[in-house]
């Protein structure tokens, strides 16, 4: 068998509606919030829960993306929308982006920043890919790479 780089299991996304009511479900369940970041820039929250002893090992993350400022409706997440992806940390993400290419997988969102990409497996679920340590200098054919499809 080939033996790749260190690959690392960081956490799996799942979109939420309330994320207090969410946070309190996972908590009868033994699972605890272990960080949160707001970005009002991005107009979202993540909440990131473990079970005791697993920060940093094996996470659960919880999107909740804030209502539309202009008063519509927020997006209804049915149709496995609420699942988000599944994340591993790479040691180069260069390398494993090549990599995956070079055997006919797309790269949906390119590694422009030289820290994250990401690709769907065969069945479609996004697999979110992030540079271990540092984010890399940006690099080509990355760095000018579009978009493709979604994630």
């Given at each position: 068998?080939?033996?790749?780089?260190?690959?690392?299991?960081l956490?799996?996304?799942?979109?939420?509606?309330?994320?207090?009511?969410?946070?309190?479900?996972?908590?009868?369940?033994?699972?605890?919030?272990?960080?949160?970041?707001e970005?009002?820039q991005g107009?979202?929250?993540?909440i990131?829960?473990?079970?005791?002893?697993?920060?940093?090992?094996?996470?659960?993350?919880?999107?909740?993306n804030?209502?539309?400022?202009?008063?519509?409706?927020?997006e209804?997440?049915?149709?496995?929308?609420?699942?988000?992806?599944?994340?591993?940390?790479?040691?180069?993400?260069?390398?494993t982006?090549?990599?995956?290419?070079?055997?006919?997988?797309?790269?949906?969102?390119?590694?422009?920043?030289?820290?994250?990409?990401?690709?769907?497996?065969?069945d479609?679920?996004?697999?979110?890919?992030?540079?271990?340590?540092?984010?890399?200098?940006?690099?080509?054919?990355?760095?000018?790479?579009?978009?493709?499809?979604?994630?």
């Amino acid at each position: 068998m080939e033996k790749f780089p260190l690959i690392k299991f960081l956490h799996t996304m799942i979109r939420v509606a309330d994320p207090d009511k969410t946070v309190a479900f996972f908590r009868l369940l033994g699972l605890e919030e272990v960080r949160r970041h707001e970005s009002a820039q991005g107009r979202f929250t993540l909440i990131f829960l473990a079970a005791p002893d697993q920060a940093g090992i094996a996470e659960l993350e919880l999107t909740y993306n804030w209502p539309p400022e202009d008063g519509s409706e927020p997006e209804a997440y049915d149709g496995g929308r609420n699942f988000g992806h599944i994340a591993y940390q790479v040691e180069n993400i260069y390398e494993t982006c090549r990599r995956l290419a070079d055997a006919g997988v797309a790269i949906n969102r390119p590694p422009r920043d030289g820290y994250m990409a990401f690709v769907k497996s065969p069945d479609g679920i996004s697999v979110e890919l992030l540079q271990r340590g540092e984010r890399l200098a940006p690099e080509e054919p990355w760095a000018s790479m579009e978009n493709a499809g979604n994630w």
